[in-house]
Each structure stands twice: as structure tokens, then as C-alpha cells.
């Protein structure tokens, strides 16, 4: 029996049983991950159905603007005026979008759209509500969190991270997919 750490053993030449090992250990991690993920945006959806969201909507961009340079300032601005045309619409639509990216990150199901929608209203929300992070001056000491979501989904996106414990593997296995060459099977 060999004491050497399971890496370094894949490096020196180990069964493909090891591989395989490392394989399934990572899939795992990664569906963990996505579903850890989701819990998070479930909790954030939650919020988002509460009355005071969408009554307070417009005063979360209003707030961002404080100590903004000016270039930031004008993008917030743009926005406040956009959704002040029907701030509640606005504001049910960011509440669906984050249920919909909970449930999909959740259950697994159709994950590369999950993650680019994802991606798309961290940004948003990163760059508006959040003012890009900022203001940014003597004492800042951080970017802002969302901007991490986007690195996360990212990497659910790279790591097809519905295909474990989700039903992208069910959805993938029906219409024939394979991942390299192998033909999925349902678990």
C-alpha cells in the first residue's frame, strides 16, 4: 500500500482507477458548489419578494450615487431614469430573474443558461445598485461581491456543473449528448 498524497500518485503513472477517483471528487465538489450556490441566491430571491424591495427600488440606485466620480455617477444616473419609468416592473423582474437562477443552480437544469443569465445580472447589479463596487478613495477595501458571483458562475459555466447530481444530465443523456466521446447515461 502506497502513502504517497493521491496528486503526486497520479503523477507518477496510477491506475486509472485513481483518475477515475479524481474525476468523480471533483464532479462532486462542483455540484456541491453550485448547489451551496444556489442556496445563496435563494436566500437573495427571498429578499427580493419581500414588499420593501420593490418599494425602495429606485432609493437603491439613488444610494449608490454617493461619492461616485463622475463617469459612474452619469451610468447610475442613466439607469435611475430608466427605471424610474415603472420601478415595481423593474423591481419584479430582478426577483424573478435571481428564483430563476436559485431553482436553476438548484436542480441542475439548463446550468450554461443559468450561468450566463447569471453572469449578466451580476453585472448589473454590480455595476448599478453597487456603483461597481465603489466609491473607491482613501479607505476602500474591496470591489464588491457580485463581481466574485460573476468568477463563480464562470466557473459552474467551464466545469458543466448541472451534469452531476442535476437534470442537465437527464436533459443531456435524452438528446444523445456525450462528453468527451462518452455517451451519458442517466445515474
Known amino acids: 500500500m ?4 493521491f496528486a503526486l500518485s497520479l503523477l507518477n503513472g496510477a491506475p486509472r482507477e485513481a483518475s477515475s477517483q479524481l474525476v468523480t471528487w471533483r464532479l462532486g465538489g462542483i455540484a456541491v458548489t453550485r448547489i451551496a450556490f444556489g442556496c445563496v441566491w435563494a436566500i437573495d430571491a427571498w429578499f427580493k419578494w419581500q414588499p420593501g424591495f420593490a418599494d425602495n427600488f429606485t432609493s437603491y440606485l439613488t444610494k ?3 461619492g461616485q466620480p463622475p463617469a459612474i455617477a452619469i451610468w447610475i444616473n442613466f439607469w435611475i431614469h ?3 419609468v415603472n420601478p415595481h416592473l ?5 426577483a424573478m430573474g435571481e428564483t430563476a437562477i436559485a431553482l436553476g443552480l438548484l436542480f441542475g437544469a439548463l446550468s450554461k443558461l443559468t450561468c450566463l443569465v447569471g453572469i449578466l445580472l451580476s453585472l448589473s447589479i454590480w455595476s448599478t445598485a453597487h456603483g461597481f463596487g465603489g466609491p473607491y478613495g482613501p ?3 474591496d470591489i464588491g461581491v457580485w463581481i466574485i458571483y460573476v468568477l463563480v458562475f464562470i466557473g459552474l459555466f467551464l466545469g458543466n456543473a448541472g451534469l452531476t447530481f442535476g437534470v ?4 443531456a443523456s435524452a438528446s444523445g449528448k456525450t462528453i468527451k466521446g462518452q455517451r451519458l447515461s442517466r445515474m
Not at 502506497?2 to 498524497?5: F, L
Not at 423593474?90 to 430582478?94: C, G, P
Not at 442537465?168 to 436533459?171: A, I, K, S
Open 2 to 5: 502506497s502513502y504517497k498524497p
Open 82 to 84: 430608466v427605471l424610474s
Open 139 to 141: 479607505g476602500s477595501t
Open 64 to 66: 449608490a450615487l454617493d
Open 90 to 94: 423593474f423591481a419584479f423582474l430582478v
Open 168 to 171: 442537465d444530465r437527464y436533459l
